[in-house]
């Protein structure tokens, strides 16, 4: 198992800007990809960006405009969300993941074990 750590939630003003962090620890592995999902009131989660193990390869949900990067510490089982330009109908939990390859993190959250709590962030206009 995996065990996940998200941090750096919080209350922002529209046009803001913020950045998640989610640390791992137990079994993890190079092959695993790690990313983040969203999830609005009322709503299912849904998928924001996802990272290569290495770093190497990133990629995003459709409907983002490129204010969103992911990356990752070389070296460090920690992944970031760096969110630009924030809107207030992004308010909602934002969750951390792991899972075994591309396919089961661009296609989740359906197939994804490894989850974090979350952590809440609040987008106000």
């Known amino acids: 198992q995996v065990q996940l750590v998200e941090s750096g939630g919080g209350s922002v003003q529209a046009g803001d800007s913020l950045r998640l962090s989610c640390t791992a620890s137990g079994q993890t592995s190079s092959q695993y990809h790690m990313g983040w999902f969203r999830q609005f009131p009322g709503k299912e989660r849904e998928f924001v960006a996802g990272?290569?193990?290495?770093?190497?390869?990133?990629y995003y949900g459709d409907f983002l405009t490129g204010r969103f990067a992911i990356s990752r510490a070389y070296g460090d089982n920690t992944m970031y969300l760096q969110m630009n330009k924030l809107k207030p109908e992004e308010t909602g939990v934002y969750y951390c993941a792991v899972a075994p390859s591309y396919d089961i993190m661009r296609n989740g959250p359906s197939g994804i074990d490894n989850w974090g709590k979350g952590t809440l962030v609040t987008v106000s206009s």
């Open positions: 990272i290569s193990w290495s770093g190497v390869s990133t």
